[in-house]
């Protein structure tokens, strides 16, 4: 369930006042998009079933983000594909694209700088365009974006869900959340709730690589 604290706390800056930079190398191929958004989808999926690996150390909503776009865009050979128990399973081909590697650990930040790290709100300034503020227009991979003012929150479209990571890792709860699109629409917390009446949903975001 979605809790009421979100998963960062940074200071608000409207996200329509300031000049988008120009987004990073796209990747080149429909093949190329699709195989990322599988990854995408798959590894998040994995964290929710199993629980999260040790490989994911950043343990909040925009850590989930990097987290899979990162291991989605690596190569996947069978070592990798055992330590994160996919090894038994079909996987989706690997990102065949010759930008992937430098995606990988890449993120733009908002005051013009990057590097691994980006906040939920660099995520949405500087690394994707907006798509809306219908779930219709979401595709796999695509992201919520919450603003509470001094607080901002990302969920991941996964298809008919969206799955997300509360910020808080308790005894028995690792924080990840999966909610059906029908069931967030009729939240009792209408903060939460993906329609355009809802002011604290800025919409739906793309990265801007795909």
């Known amino acids: 369930m979605v809790?009421?604290?979100?998963c960062l706390g940074l200071l608000a800056l409207p996200l329509l006042a300031r000049a988008?930079?120009?987004?990073?190398?796209?990747l080149?191929?429909?093949?190329a998009r699709e195989a990322f958004r599988a990854w995408m989808t798959l590894l998040i999926q994995a964290q929710l079933a199993r629980g999260p690996t040790p490989r994911w150390q950043q343990r909040d909503c925009a850590g989930l983000v990097r987290f899979?776009?990162?291991?989605?865009?690596?190569p996947h050979d069978l070592a990798w594909r055992r330590a994160n128990g996919l090894a038994s399973r079909p996987?989706?081909?690997d990102v065949d694209d010759p930008a992937a590697a430098a995606l990988r650990h890449t993120w733009r930040r908002a005051d013009g700088s990057?590097?691994?790290?980006?906040?939920?709100?660099?995520?949405?300034?500087a690394n994707t365009r907006a798509v809306g503020r219908s779930l219709h227009q979401a595709m796999p991979g695509d992201l919520l974006f919450y603003d509470l003012g001094d607080d901002q929150h990302l969920m991941v479209w996964l298809g008919r869900y969206v799955a997300y990571h509360t910020g808080s890792v308790h005894p028995g709860d690792d924080g990840l959340r999966a909610v059906r699109a029908a069931e967030l629409a009729r939240w009792r917390d209408t903060r939460w709730r993906p329609v355009a009446e809802n002011p604290n949903f800025a919409?739906?975001?793309?990265l801007d690589f795909l």
């Open 114 to 125: 990057q590097g691994a790290y980006a906040s939920a709100l660099d995520m949405v300034q």
């Open 91 to 93: 996987t989706p081909p």
């Open 20 to 26: 988008q930079p120009a987004g990073r190398q796209r």
């Open 3 to 6: 809790r009421r604290r979100v």
């Open 203 to 206: 919409g739906i975001y793309r």
């Open 68 to 74: 899979a776009v990162a291991e989605a865009l690596r």
């Open 28 to 31: 080149a191929t429909p093949a």
